[in-house]
């Protein structure tokens, strides 16, 4: 998959999204500086051009998020050095702006309609983990949120945030499982962190695989354990995704090796537990979108007793079909397949007063007593049912025409 950035193509180096790796390069770049602030000449001089080659990695993604979380980690680093390395982080912050510059990725450096996207794809998310505290399944929360919540112009596979996406999609204990883990490493790099220059490194590192995640979803578990839902995903980016969650799993290891059950780890448990409650509590969202399973099928609900029951076929997907019963106000109150039901055998059962059926799903019309609207069936449907209260057809497709004349006219709605 190829990224781009006013025509120039974003260097992805391996990796299946070019904000993953400058997040790889971010996470190693405090190492490389270790060596930039020895006292050896020769390993100075070795760590400022290792370090100033993966900064120009970094710039060459066009990663605003690398950009921001390169620029702390140095930062970072440097007060750690102090004065004896004031010249050095200098000389290694100015090569880095002249390399954003050089590669026009200073450009991007602005709020955009990205940007402002994010914002509103985070609080669709905790609207999400709000009405499914128990998670909403793996690779599913992008495609709840884009066809609920998001406007019709955003669509999202992820919730652009690894954290967010996962407590969405894994649920509360997982969620709190996680952030208890992150907080016990952080707080016991910490205390450890005048140990050894090792440890300094790989706390920092740590902080920027942290803050990384918060701006693009690294971590995609997605990727790493369904990775043939994704066509164009090679075989070196999925080993690009496994080394980052790798290093970052290493990193995490080194940052809690010691005593674990202690009283550092149960306040994080503590904290991460009251974080997500928080989050799920006092978020307060505009409508119901719970996730219900129905045998081994997911579906969406738009209230605690859906009245109508929608099945849509292969020229819809959930977005779209969704976004249909939004234009014709037929989106409250409803329970919706989150894939096509067109190759199905059945109907599911679930006691609704209206079954809603999309183009080929026709086929289900007979399979139950409830009140029907058709909605873009075949062109070959005949069936004057009783039962249909209302067939929404397109305007102007003239191979429509017998349809028209054969039912009533206060059924049919032009669309």
């Known amino acids: 998959m190829e990224f781009t950035y006013e025509g120039i193509v974003r260097w992805g180096f391996g990796f299946f999204n070019p904000n993953h790796a400058a997040a790889f390069f971010c996470a190693v770049l405090p190492f490389a500086m270790l060596f930039a602030f020895s006292r050896g000449f020769a390993q100075k001089i070795f760590g400022i051009c290792l370090s100033v080659a993966i900064l120009a990695a970094v710039a060459l993604t066009y990663s605003r998020a690398g950009i921001l979380v390169a620029s702390l980690e140095i930062f970072a680093m440097a007060l750690w050095g102090k004065r004896r390395n004031a010249a050095v982080f200098a000389a290694i912050f100015l090569l880095f702006i002249a390399v954003i510059?050089?590669?026009?990725?200073?450009?991007?450096?602005?709020?955009?309609?990205?940007?402002?996207?994010?914002?509103?794809?985070?609080?669709?998310?905790?609207?999400?983990?709000?009405?499914?505290?128990?998670?909403?399944?793996?690779?599913?929360?992008?495609?709840?949120?884009?066809?609920?919540?998001?406007?019709?112009?955003?669509?999202?596979?992820?919730?652009?945030?690894?954290?967010?996406?996962?407590?969405?999609?894994?649920?509360?204990?997982?969620?709190?499982?996680?952030?208890?883990?992150?907080?016990?490493?952080?707080?016991?790099?910490?205390?450890?962190?005048?140990?050894?220059?090792?440890?300094?490194?790989?706390?920092?590192?740590?902080?920027?695989?942290?803050?990384?995640?918060?701006?693009?979803?690294?971590?995609?578990?997605?990727?790493?354990?369904?990775?043939?839902?994704?066509?164009?995903?090679?075989?070196?980016?999925?080993?690009?995704?496994?080394?980052?969650?790798?290093?970052?799993?290493?990193?995490?290891?080194?940052?809690?090796?010691?005593?674990?059950?202690?009283?550092?780890?149960?306040?994080?448990?503590?904290?991460?537990?009251?974080?997500?409650?928080?989050?799920?509590?006092?978020?307060?969202?505009?409508?119901?979108?719970?996730?219900?399973?129905?045998?081994?099928?997911?579906?969406?609900?738009t209230s605690s007793v859906p009245s109508s029951l929608v099945l849509f076929d292969d020229n819809y997907n959930l977005k779209s079909a969704v976004a249909f019963l939004k234009k014709h106000n037929m989106c409250e109150g409803i329970l919706i397949s989150q894939n096509s039901w067109q190759n199905m055998d059945k109907i599911p059962d679930a006691p609704t007063q209206t079954l809603i059926l999309f183009g080929n799903c026709v086929d289900f019309i007979d399979k139950c007593n409830a009140r029907k609207i058709i909605i873009e069936p075949p062109t070959y449907f005949r069936d004057n049912t009783k039962n249909i209260s209302k067939i929404y057809i397109p305007k102007w497709d003239s191979s429509y025409d017998k349809m028209r004349r054969i039912f009533p006219e206060e059924k049919i709605v032009n669309f």
Not at 112 to 122: E, G, K, P, Q, Y
Not at 194 to 222: E, M, N, R, W
Request: glycine residues 6%; hydrophobic residues 55%.
């Open 101 to 301: 510059f050089a590669t026009s990725a200073a450009s991007r450096i602005a709020y955009d309609t990205a940007m402002s996207n994010r914002l509103l794809i985070w609080r669709a998310g905790l609207a999400l983990f709000a009405q499914n505290p128990l998670g909403v399944g793996l690779g599913n929360s992008g495609e709840i949120v884009s066809a609920f919540v998001l406007p019709s112009d955003i669509s999202c596979r992820t919730l652009v945030n690894s954290h967010l996406t996962l407590i969405c999609e894994f649920g509360i204990f997982f969620g709190i499982a996680w952030f208890s883990a992150i907080f016990y490493a952080i707080s016991n790099g910490i205390a450890y962190a005048k140990t050894s220059k090792l440890k300094i490194a790989t706390l920092v590192s740590f902080y920027g695989l942290l803050l990384s995640a918060s701006f693009s979803s690294v971590f995609d578990f997605d990727v790493l354990f369904n990775p043939t839902k994704f066509e164009y995903l090679s075989k070196l980016n999925l080993v690009c995704e496994w080394t980052t969650f790798a290093v970052f799993v290493c990193i995490f290891l080194n940052l809690i090796f010691g005593k674990f059950w202690n009283k550092a780890f149960m306040l994080s448990l503590f904290c991460a537990s009251i974080l997500l409650i928080f989050c799920m509590i006092f978020t307060t969202p505009k409508s119901v979108f719970k996730v219900r399973k129905l045998g081994d099928e997911i579906f969406i609900e």
